[in-house]
T-cell receptor, first 113, second 111 residues
C-alpha cells in the first residue's frame, strides 16, 4: 500500500507568482483534502475533492483552486501569491463513508519572498 | 475561526511521566480525532472517538469525550522521548465535509 506523497518538498516563489503543488493519494482513497499550516498553528482546511468535484471549501479566496484527476491524484494552485501564503501545505486522503481517518502526506513548504 | 482549542499550548515532562492534553470545541460533532505531528512534517492519525462514545484506548493512549462540556482529553501514559511532537485535535461536524483542527499542544518529553 503506497502512502500519500507530495511534490515538491520545498518551493520558493516571489510575490505575484503562481504555484502548483501536487499530491498522490493513498491507493484506494477517493477523497483528497488540502490544508494550509502556518508556523506554530494548526492546519486550516482549504478544500476537499471527491470524485473530481469540489466537495467543501474553507475560508480561502478564489485564487486558491484545485483539481482531482481520475486516478484520485490532486493539484493545488495558488495565483497571485502573497507573503502570507508562506506555509506548509498538507494533502490528506481518505475514503468517503469509511472510517473517517485521514492519511496525510509530508507536506510542501512554500516560501513567498 | 478554529473550532478546536487545545490546552495547554506547550507541555514539558520527564520520560516515564504521563502527559494529558485537553481539547475544547464549539459545535455538535460527529466525531473527534487526535493527530500527532513531528517537527513540521505530515500529521499521523492517532485515535478517533465518535460522539456516542465516552472513552477509547489504543496502546498507551487514552481518549475521553464529554459532549455535554464539548471537550476531550488525550492521555499518553509512560511517555517516551519519541513522543515529543505537536498534538492536534480535529472535529468533524454533522454537516460539514471538512475537519477543523485546533492550534495544537507542543509536547516535549525529556530523557
Amino acid at each position: 500500500e503506497t502512502g500519500v506523497t507530495q511534490s515538491p518538498t520545498h518551493l520558493i516563489k516571489t510575490r505575484g507568482q503562481q504555484v502548483t503543488l501536487r499530491c498522490s493519494s493513498q491507493s484506494g482513497h477517493n477523497t483528497v483534502s488540502w490544508y494550509q499550516q502556518a508556523l506554530g498553528q494548526g492546519p486550516q482546511f482549504i478544500f476537499q475533492y471527491y470524485r473530481e468535484e469540489e466537495n467543501g471549501r474553507g475560508n480561502f479566496p478564489p485564487r486558491f483552486s484545485g483539481l482531482q484527476f481520475p486516478n484520485y491524484s490532486s493539484e493545488l494552485n495558488v495565483n497571485a501569491l502573497e507573503l502570507d501564503d508562506s506555509a506548509l501545505y498538507l494533502c490528506a486522503s481518505m475514503t468517503q463513508g469509511a472510517r473517517d481517518e485521514q492519511f496525510f502526506g509530508p507536506g510542501t513548504r512554500l516560501t513567498v519572498l | 475561526s478554529q473550532q478546536g482549542e487545545e490546552d495547554p499550548q506547550a507541555l514539558s515532562i520527564q520520560e516515564g511521566e504521563n502527559a494529558t492534553m485537553n481539547c475544547s470545541y464549539k459545535t455538535s460533532i460527529n466525531n473527534l480525532q487526535w493527530y500527532r505531528q513531528n517537527s513540521g512534517r505530515g500529521l499521523v492519525h492517532l485515535i478517533l472517538i465518535r460522539s456516542n462514545e465516552r472513552e477509547k484506548h489504543s496502546g498507551r493512549l487514552r481518549v475521553t469525550l464529554d459532549t455535554s462540556k464539548k471537550s476531550s482529553s488525550l492521555l499518553i501514559t509512560a511517555s517516551r522521548a519519541a513522543d515529543t511532537a505537536s498534538y492536534f485535535c480535529a472535529t468533524r461536524d454533522n454537516y460539514g465535509q471538512n475537519f477543523v483542527f485546533g492550534p495544537g499542544t507542543r509536547l516535549s518529553v525529556l530523557p
